[in-house]
């Protein structure tokens, strides 16, 4: 003796089929737990990155704002722009290295989106939103060579700013 109530379909054919149901069902659950477990994972990730670009975007704003100084001799801004231009790299390499089990999250042409099947129900869904946060595709170009150009950059990153909060906001709800 097993212990089971039903060892062989002869035994109970119609409660066989109810409890084989019932195995697919759950384990399709157990699954969707695991990909929503996934599906968490990779919003954290990509919000954990862009929570990084946030803060390079306020020191190159900073760096900006110094650059609108007039007093800066040539030195001063040459030693702004190098510090600038490594951060533009800097979100670049994030935004190229983002990535959650080999899937790029921040350097997505256009945008994109991650489909996670949350259960055995077709169409039971959600999706997180990929984007391209590389410096280019964020508009922060040009350099803080001089005061008219640090000042056109800080509207740039201004801008960038806005444009990750908002997608920070949208992992995070």
Known sequence: SSGKRINNASDDAAGLAIATRMDSKIRGMDVGIRNSNDGISAA?????????????L????????????????????????????????????????????????LNVT????LDIQLSDVKGDTMSITTMDATAATLTVAGDVKS??????????????????????????A
């Open 44 to 56: 954290q990730t990509a919000e954990g990155a862009l929570g990084s670009i946030t803060n390079i």
């Open 58 to 105: 306020q020191r190159m704003r900073d760096l900006a704002v110094q650059g609108s100084n007039g007093t800066n001799n040539t030195d001063d801004s040459a030693s702004l722009d190098k510090e600038f231009t490594q951060l533009k790299e800097e979100i670049d390499h994030i935004a190229n290295n983002t990535t959650f089990n080999g899937v790029n999250l």
């Open 110 to 113: 256009g945008g994109g989106k």
């Open 147 to 172: 005061a008219a150009n640090s000042a056109t950059v800080m509207d740039q990153i201004d801008a960038a700013i806005k444009t990750v909060s908002t997608a920070r906001a949208d992992y995070g």
